[in-house]
């Protein structure tokens, strides 16, 4: 989604997320959940794998894995370990609910651990997007010193391969601290042989997880307060020790009150069904049979919502007596604790749920979907619109479910929501989805939040392939999605093409609607050098109920009127204050962040604080470049390229290169490949590497070719970088007048759209041309100008990264008599930066050896950095993915404790030389 057009406006917060609710009832352990019976060798061979990597405790259902769990979660925290709790559940086996709920559980331990990780979730979808995900999810765990053990319940729910995947990073990369403890029916679809051969894994298996005679004599006093030896070892023979089977016996024989059990072997979940169906539930109050019945048919339920599947409204009190007194007699209901709603939740054991689905699917279909119906509605109405949304489908009403999604859909997009909305609308059926206009729209913004622009314009087809629009809502709607569509593709001309449309404002549009249209519409002018007519439309489309998002980036836009114009030191002041304020909202604000960060950045460079704009932008950049637009990605790759060059540190300024070329071939978006091509060409030339610099040349031109005759476009910036590139190579030639004949054209557009920083350095460079012309006068007069312009606008780096030879001319400047006195000072400011450039490490050529603090993996990238080769090629010749070769990277900079490339080569030859 991009950051200029992805949920502009606010709406109005409901007092509570019916998505948080749920999954906060996932984050801690049922309470019923306790540790049945003391079991010291269990638990002391757990304490024993305390610091490993992975304990799995592995069996069938009802084997006391959960209690077991929370015996083992119990004795961590006595222990000071930090301890994360998720239980799992089958929609988490959907890759952005699995994320988002391991977020949430790690969040519940400490936020800044996910902050990261958290503004990814569902916005990419790319085949390394996972991958990706996961090292941005182990850095924010690395930050934090403490032992943090993470513990997932219900693991056999995950089948999908790429949660599988990301289970398998997890658990490579995870830092030292970090321990996981699965629980599973299933064996883990994960191979665990690594983690064996190194001795970094516990597992638990059904044989260590049954009950000792002892221990199963122990449960059943317990349960039944007493029971004669020789009936606790019968019961114990017949159930094996299986925890379920025991527990089912105890509620038995506490209904028979003391007459006899029925000697039947119970040790699985089939004859536990049979066994249940047979002995326990007939015996049950009818009352009793009927409410488990129909609470079955929910996920979780709470005495309000069982008097309404009872059809009882009125006997709330009485059905929650009767709640509490189930799970008193520990009849398999688990007490989740009070919601936000003060509501007490409970769940039913997965085994007795089975059983009792069974039962339920007998009642007659019509019955059946009356009560799925009763469900939705009462859920809907208490403002649990997944559940509701599940219910409203399995009554057969789709209809109901796809107009609860449409009448929260909109909310949730102004809100930035979309990680719900998109969980509610993959429980919609597609056809309901294709036969309403808003859901396709909906479904349109969803797949721009991912990035997914080739979805996005086939969406964009289907919807205007259906026929004329007649209402103008919709029309706007569709207009609306084909500039976002623009914005993706950076391409300002589809957006002047779509003007007549866009200035066309329904009356009856909300905030949502003008403020999109006033990003849109201010990102085209912008670009077209008509700064006022882009604060206009900004201002016509600020939200009339003072939404804080929609007010945020219409400032941040503002600001980027104010950049374009070189009022650098204004445009810096509102980039803090929306950064900032950007950053306490949350992963809803990741664009508006995102956007304010690049272009901070950008200002911070420009006023030479260069070490600032590398500090803000350095820690960010992964995040930025997956969920920004390519406006933003260039700035921010740009700003980092030409600080690390500044600083000396080479190999990372041609590194930002690569990866701003990647990201414009993967994304097909041409104006960043040619912003990164006439960077390359001028520094190869700075280099020497003349023939290579005209390579670089010859590829921008060639791109260049295919926009002949754009003009006040993003399009026509393709040509500028292609004309800077070879005007540059003129100047690096002695070519002053083929120079200047370029210079003077670029020159006067340049100028008339306002394009002051860029105006400065062409000043700079007609200067240089000129005094190579013998044109000595002119030259100067170029000098001053130039100087007079950023004076007035406050401009550094546009005037030091151009100086070039002009250094010693504006160096003589101040003491010419008469000069001007203020222009001097200015002029000897930019002296004095000029001459604080970052020394360049020493390049050797002694071999070098491992390095011990090194891996033998770590050790491997080193040797490939120090043959100069980018990130892309060392994945290739390792045959790993990129994102693995950065967090390599990562470790071995913090390990050398050095910045960057080049200093970890130096060290890496520092250690060979000795």
Known sequence: MSDSVDHPADAHVSPRSAFEAVTDTRLTPPRGARQLVPREALMARLLEARRQRCVVIQGPAGSSKTSTMLALRQALLTLDFDVAWLSLAPEDDDL???????????????????????????????????????????????????????????????????????????????????????????????????????????????????????????????????????????????????????????????????????????????????????????????????????????????????????????????????????????????????????????????????????????????????????????????????????????????????????????DLLARGELRQLAGLMRRLPPAQIAERFDLRVITAYLQMYAGETDALMQSIQQIASRGKLPNPRQRYALALLRGGLALQRDDTDSVVALLPELQRVPADADDFTRVGRGNILSWMFIHRGEYEQARKVLEEGAPHGAAPRGILLGRCMGGMTHAAQGRVLLAERVFCDVLAEAEKQGPAYVGIACMAAALLGEALYELNDVDAALRLLDERIDVLERVSIPDTVLRALVVLARAHWFAGRKLEAFDCLERLEDHAKRHGVDRLLANALCLRSRWLLEEGRLDEAEAALLRGEALASRYAGAVRSTAWEIRVCADLARIRMCLHQNDFDGAMSRLTPLHALSEAGGRWCRVVGLRLQMSIAERGRHNDGVAREHLVEALRVGHRLGLMRSLLDELGEGRQILAGLPAEPNFDPVLAFYAQRLCDAGSAIAPVEPQTTATHAPIQSLSERENEVLALLALALPNKKIARVMDVSLDTVKWHLKNIYRKLEVTGRDGAVARMRDAGAR
Not at 302 to 315: D, N, V
């Open 96 to 410: 952005t609910a699995f994320f988002h709920g391991l977020l949430a559980s790690l969040a519940s331990v400490d936020p800044a651990i996910v902050r990261e990780a958290e503004l990814l979730v569902g916005r990419e979808s790319d085949e390394t997007a996972v991958e990706h995900w996961v090292i941005t999810l182990v850095r924010g765990i690395a930050r934090r010193k403490r032992e943090l053990v993470l513990m997932l319940d219900d693991v056999h729910y995950l089948q999908n391969p790429r949660i599988v995947e990301a289970l398998r990073w997890l658990l490579d990369y995870a830092p030292p601290q970090v321990h996981l403890v699965l629980a599973s029916r299933r064996a883990l679809p994960v191979s665990l042989a690594r983690l064996r051969s190194q001795g970094l894994v516990t597992e638990l298996d059904r044989h260590d997880l049954r009950f000792s005679a002892e221990e199963s004599e122990r449960f059943l006093r317990e349960q039944l307060g007493d029971i004669a030896r020789r009936d606790a070892r019968v019961v114990h023979d017949l159930t094996d020790g299986w925890v379920a089977g025991l527990q089912l016996f105890a509620v038995d024989m506490k209904t028979r009150k003391g007459a006899t059990f029925a000697p039947v072997t119970v040790r699985d979940a089939e004859t536990f069904a049979r066994y249940f169906e047979r002995e326990v539930l007939v015996r049950l109050a009818p009352e009793d049979l009927v409410l488990l019945t129909r609470v079955a048919l929910c996920e979780r339920f709470c005495a309000r919502l069982c008097a309404s599947l009872m059809q009882e409204p009125g006997t709330v009190g009485e059905v929650a007596y009767r709640l509490a007194r189930l799970e008193s007699d520990n009849l398999f209901i688990t007490q989740l604790g009070a919601g936000q709603d003060g509501e007490t939740w409970y769940r039913l054991h997965p085994l007795l749920r089975e059983v009792l689905q069974g039962r339920a699917t007998a009642l007659p279909a019509a019955e059946l979907r009356e009560l799925h119906a009763v469900a939705w509605q009462w859920l809907s109405t208490h403002g649990f619109v997944d559940e509701a949304v599940r219910h409203a489908v399995l009554a057969d009403n789709a209809k109901a479910a796809a107009d609860l999604v449409e009448g929260c859909a909109h």
